[in-house]
């Protein structure tokens, strides 16, 4: 298997867009881009249709007509109330839960919706399927409680939904829980029992981290199936909209332990794209263990996420801890037929964390799992600078080999796995915690100290005179100065030790090490990247 260091210096974070703000402990973040570079409109709702239920196909045809046309960027009719709105005026806006559609009908999943306001000016039209008929729900100022905003409803002309959560009954039979939210461009975040919302994912990822700039697709249209009485899934389609692509998905969404939702897309392209991301997500990763904080920063970690686990074609599970770069930074992991991929919260002490109100702990891990054959490829993972935890700074996803082509949908499957603690390795041993610095032994200037620790049942298993070894690999930048692997007493795991020296400041270091026996690779491969010195974490 390859693995490709990209250095994009000449890349401009400001020709694509930033990562969204993510106010600290806040339910309704910002998750559209900062810098998103999408034309901010609204689509008036139009009245109510009775028409034949639609499936899959039915989405299909439309984002293949859709593909056919000129792109027609929304026009925006929002009123001057509603446009004026700032991000916390936007947030003391509620829902009112006595709206929520099916509660009346005592059904399992229930319906709320977001207007839309300044942040979020793009309407989506929302369906719901019941039965043979597809209905218009059709927005009312009524459903929402606008909390201490001084606004005229009857000026509030224009109001659309800008997207919409389904609730279910999943930690308690008395409580509905907001399991899954759709909200601003392709974007949407789950949950499973007792996890709190943390990183995002979203439908596609076109030209990401390019020097063109990034294109956002938008859903423009959901459609709901009404859930029966006993149902314990709820399903939704979404009609994707673009200036490059279009797209139609279908969601099957299970709520649990761990919420799977298992996804089938179709994607037409009206112009050439380059790049093209399968099954992107987005975290944040301020510091952790791997790279402290401020000093001026009682927290000793902040983020959503610890790392990037891969499981390749060739069967080798991977482990990428995450950096807050200085400067973009940006890897990839070459492959065939991927069989899992995801970015992972693997540290799940509070006292880790120390911040009783934002509960990284309980951030929720999410695994893709790839269905079908996707062919040659790559994952590749983005890493950009963030000053503080209110972006999402991390981006990973799926680039197939082949750039896609008109007029012939591009069609990926897979089921996303918002879990936790997360996935890792069976059979095999993988990586606790990853830490960078110096302990009390004067080392050489320019030397670089990593201590890793791993643990799992095959570790476990060794026997007391088990004498494993830390199998080291670097690039052709540094020089392997000392290893060490030895059994932890105090808590069972196995920690390894690698000082190496950078041969060249100006050019990065890769570092790829596991625990082997003879010929028997017990653990995951941690692979770490050091980025050049005047990048340095």
Known sequence: MLHDLVTANSFDPATTAAPPNRPNARPLRAWALAALAVTLSLVLAAPA????????????????????????????????????????????????????????????????????????????????????VTKRIEPDPEMFDFGSNQLDEKKLHGMGFAGFRAHYAMNRPDYKDEVVVFLGASYFRAVGKHQIYGLSARGLAVDTATAAGEDFPRFSEFWIERPKPSATTLTIYGLLDSRRVTGAYKFVVVPGAETVMTVNSRVFVRDDVPKLGIAPMSTMFEFGANQP?????????????????????????????????????????TTTNPRGFGMMQRERLATRFEDPESLFERRPSLWIEPLGSWGKGRVELVQIPTPDETNDNIVAYWVPERAPSRGKPIEYGYRMHWQMPGQTPAGKGWVVQTRRGRGYVRQ?????????????????????????????????????????????????????????KRADAAKPIEIRAAIKLAQNTLTETWSYIVPPESEKP
């Not at 929520?100 to 207007?115: I, S, V, Y």
């Not at 790392?307 to 992991?333: A, D, H, M």
């Not at 100290?449 to 930048?477: H, S």
């Open 49 to 132: 249709l009775a028409r034949a239920a639609l499936g899959f196909d039915d989405v299909t045809a439309r984002a293949r007509e859709l593909a056919t046309e000129t792109y027609k960027p929304p026009i925006s009719q929002l009123s001057p109330e509603l446009r004026a709105l700032d991000y916390d005026a936007y947030r003391s806006i509620r829902f009112r839960p006595d709206h929520a559609l099916w509660r009346a009908e005592k059904l399992p999943f229930e319906l709320q919706f977001f207007p839309t306001a300044r942040g979020f000016q793009d309407a989506v039209r929302i369906n719901t399927i019941e039965g043979n």
């Open 293 to 333: 904080g401020p000093q001026d920063d009682y927290r000793p970690e902040v983020h959503d996420s610890d790392g990037l686990s891969i499981q390749t074609g060739e069967g080798e599970w991977i482990w990428r801890p995450l950096v807050n770069p200085k400067r973009l930074l940006i890897t990839s992991f």
């Open 444 to 500: 050489p200037d320019g030397d670089l100290n990593f201590v890793v620790d791993f643990d799992g049942p095959t570790l476990r298993a060794l026997a007391p005179d088990a004498k494993p070894e830390a199998a080291v690999e670097l690039g052709g930048n540094a020089e392997l100065r000392e290893r060490n692997l030895f059994r932890n007493a105090e808590n069972g795991t196995w920690r390894m030790t690698v000082r190496v």
